[in-house]
């Protein structure tokens, strides 16, 4: 197809998003595949895929991938929920898109990107907060991604509970939610329950509103989109241990939960053509 294209790439624990912009920021083309646990698996059926996006004449891409990323060698070094370590991803999409220049960034960051510019410079400094299997974030700092949180994994803050050290996202997390009721948070209305969940929630969040201290913070990601369900409860027990030194800031729900990552793709892009 006639003109310049931007591809964004949205590498998740079970599927991978394609999706096509126009530089204008129109949506046209969207697809998806499920992700193999082995790289070299993944790395074949990604390429497959990208073949068959041939009649676009992509300019810029962007992959977004969990968990750290060296950013100098373009190496991602964990991925969260996939048992991949050390793999050049960067390397390996430049030699699917000859002549397209690649980005690479952490999937919270750049959602909590997209998410942040819809705001429309209300806030300088942006906390987003994506809850879903695991528990990812980002800090947007005068609508772009905060360079000194690069590798902000908050989900991986380790407490003491019941006598043994377990990680945020292990008390907090979608997937616990799931497997402490038996259900997903689309299927759970009892008020009960959201607010033994809220606890959970607080005992991340006041470390980081401390560390942080943002503006605003976006809560998105699978729980995101059910936040109506708590955000009373999270927003009482946040206010019960206020401070002056870390007043609570204002609790958003993201407008685009499961499409932030893309969208942050192409933002990320903009920003960096």
Same mark, same amino acid.
């Given at each position: 197809?006639?003109?310049?294209? $931007?591809?964004?790439?949205?590498?998740?624990?079970? !599927?991978?998003?394609?999706?096509?912009?126009?530089?204008?920021?129109?949506? %046209?083309?969207? =697809?998806?595949?499920?992700?193999?646990?082995? $790289?070299?698996?993944?790395?074949?059926?990604?390429?497959?895929?990208?073949? !068959?996006?041939?009649?676009?004449?992509?300019?810029?891409?962007?992959?977004?991938?969990?968990?750290?990323?060296?950013? &100098?060698?373009?190496?991602?070094?964990?991925?969260?929920?996939?048992?991949?370590?050390?793999?050049?991803?960067?390397?390996? +999409?430049?030699?699917?898109?000859?002549?397209?220049? %690649?980005?690479?960034?952490? =999937?919270?960051?750049?959602?909590?990107?997209? &998410?942040?510019?819809?705001?429309?410079?209300?806030?300088?400094?942006?906390?987003? +907060?994506? @809850?879903?299997?695991? @528990?990812?974030?980002?800090?947007?700092?005068?609508?772009?991604?905060?360079?000194?949180?690069?590798?902000?994994?908050?989900?991986?803050?380790?407490?003491?509970?019941?006598?043994?050290?377990?990680?945020? &996202?292990?008390?907090?997390?979608?997937?616990?939610?799931?497997?402490?009721?038996?259900?997903?948070?689309?299927?759970?209305?009892?008020?009960?329950?959201?607010?033994?969940?809220?606890?959970?929630?607080?005992?991340?969040?006041?470390?980081?509103?401390?560390?942080?201290?943002?503006?605003?913070?976006?809560?998105?990601?699978?729980?995101?989109?059910?936040?109506?369900?708590?955000?009373?409860?999270?927003?009482?027990?946040?206010?019960?241990?206020?401070?002056?030194?870390?007043?609570?800031?204002?609790?958003? !729900?993201?407008?685009?939960?499961?499409?932030?990552?893309?969208?942050?793709?192409?933002?990320?892009?903009?920003?960096?053509?």
């Amino acid at each position: 197809m006639e003109g310049e294209y $931007y591809l964004a790439i949205d590498v998740g624990g079970t !599927k991978t998003l394609f999706a096509v912009f126009t530089p204008e920021g129109d949506l %046209v083309c969207q =697809d998806r595949i499920q992700t193999a646990g082995s $790289y070299d698996q993944f790395k074949g059926d990604l390429a497959q895929n990208i073949a !068959k996006l041939t009649r676009f004449k992509f300019s810029h891409a962007c992959c977004a991938i969990p968990g750290r990323i060296d950013f &100098e060698k373009g190496i991602g070094q964990d991925f969260g929920n996939l048992p991949w370590e050390d793999v050049p991803v960067l390397a390996d +999409l430049q030699a699917m898109l000859p002549g397209v220049k %690649v980005l690479l960034h952490n =999937d919270a960051k750049l959602a909590g990107l997209s &998410e942040t510019l819809l705001l429309d410079h209300k806030y300088n400094k942006v906390l987003y +907060l994506t @809850i879903s299997t695991g @528990i990812g974030g980002g800090v947007i700092t005068d609508d772009a991604i905060d360079p000194d949180f690069a590798n902000f994994e908050p989900g991986q803050m380790v407490f003491e509970r019941d006598g043994k050290m377990t990680q945020w &996202e292990d008390l907090a997390s979608g997937r616990t939610l799931k497997e402490k009721y038996g259900k997903p948070a689309s299927e759970i209305d009892d008020p009960a329950v959201w607010q033994e969940y809220v606890k959970s929630l607080v005992a991340g969040m006041e470390d980081v509103l401390a560390n942080v201290q943002p503006d605003a913070v976006i809560i998105g990601g699978g729980l995101g989109a059910h936040f109506e369900k708590f955000k009373d409860y999270l927003e009482r027990q946040l206010k019960d241990i206020d401070n002056p030194m870390v007043p609570t800031p204002p609790l958003l !729900k993201a407008r685009r939960p499961e499409e932030a990552v893309i969208y942050g793709c192409y933002d990320y892009i903009q920003q960096n053509r």
